[in-house]
């Protein structure tokens, strides 16, 4: 029984498409017929096809077969590498609070300090 592909949304059904035609035009640039990059990617013809059509089944160690056969295989190093928006968030966490929420913080801890005669506990006389 076949697995069922991923649900994958338009947006990125357009990526993939975009990136599978990308590949097919790399592929014939470089005057190489589907036989021979499959042949070399070590992947049947059926598979070469999916991945220039964008197929959300076919894995990614398929399409980074075919990108190694085109030469193209360090260009995997671009994918996800400028994380804008993970950066910003690991920033926003180590800002330090503003030193007027760092004022009230520790005032209210000074507030709520017990004296030490509290500490010693009801009816015990200091020496």
């Known amino acids: 029984m076949p697995r069922k592909p991923p649900t994958v949304f338009p947006q990125e059904q357009r990526l993939l498409s975009a990136l599978g035609e990308r590949l097919k035009l790399a592929r014939l640039r470089r005057k190489l017929s589907n036989a021979v ?15 220039e059509a964008g197929d959300p089944g076919a894995t990614l160690g ?16 671009a994918l996800g590498a400028d994380d804008k928006v993970g950066r910003k968030l690991q920033d926003l966490a180590l ?33």
Do not use: F, M, Q, W
């Open 62 to 77: 398929t399409y980074l077969r075919v990108l190694a056969v085109l030469g193209l295989e360090g260009d995997i190093n």
């Open 37 to 51: 990059v499959a042949l070399r990617a070590g992947i049947s013809r059926t598979s070469l096809y999916k991945v």
């Open 95 to 127: 800002e330090p609070l503003h030193s007027s929420a760092r004022r009230r913080s520790t005032t209210s801890k000074a507030n709520t300090a017990l004296s030490p005669a509290a500490l010693r506990g009801p009816g015990v006389e200091s020496s």
